[in-house]
């Protein structure tokens, strides 16, 4: 199994960027298609972006596409997503979460989870 730390999030002014990173321990990310995910009180956990097991293939949310990017460290055990550009609604806890097999974008493919960093983009 994998156990997952998101860090990186806080607060920033809209237009403004974030480096989120996930760090692994327990076996190496390599084995896993890795994922972003976001959620508001209430709601739904919402796709952000995927990436597969070597990196090479990389599946976006529409509302990340162009602005956000996901990529992953192998060697160092990490995956992490750059967001520019960010806008109030992106505000949201971010997970960080792994699957055995392909990449998907649905939350309930992903057996391991982290526990979430804090995003704020104020207005």
């Known amino acids: 199994q994998v156990q997952l730390v998101e860090s990186g999030g806080g607060l920033v002014q809209a237009g403004g960027s974030l480096r989120l990173s996930c760090a692994a321990s327990g076996r190496t990310v390599s084995w896993y298609a890795m994922a972003w995910f976001r959620q508001l009180p209430g709601k739904e956990r919402e796709f952000v972006a995927a990436?597969?097991?070597?990196?090479?293939?990389?599946l976006y949310a529409d509302s990340a596409k162009g602005r956000f990017a996901i990529s992953r460290n192998n060697a160092k055990n990490t995956v992490d997503l750059q967001m520019n550009g960010l806008k109030p609604e992106d505000t949201a806890i971010y997970y960080c979460?792994?699957?055995?097999?392909?990449?998907?974008?649905?939350?309930?493919?992903?057996?391991?989870w982290g526990q979430g960093t804090q995003v704020t983009v104020s207005s």
């Open positions: 979460a792994a699957k055995n097999g392909v990449l998907t974008g649905l939350s309930r493919d992903y057996s391991f």
């Open positions: 990436c597969s097991r070597s990196g090479g293939n990389l």
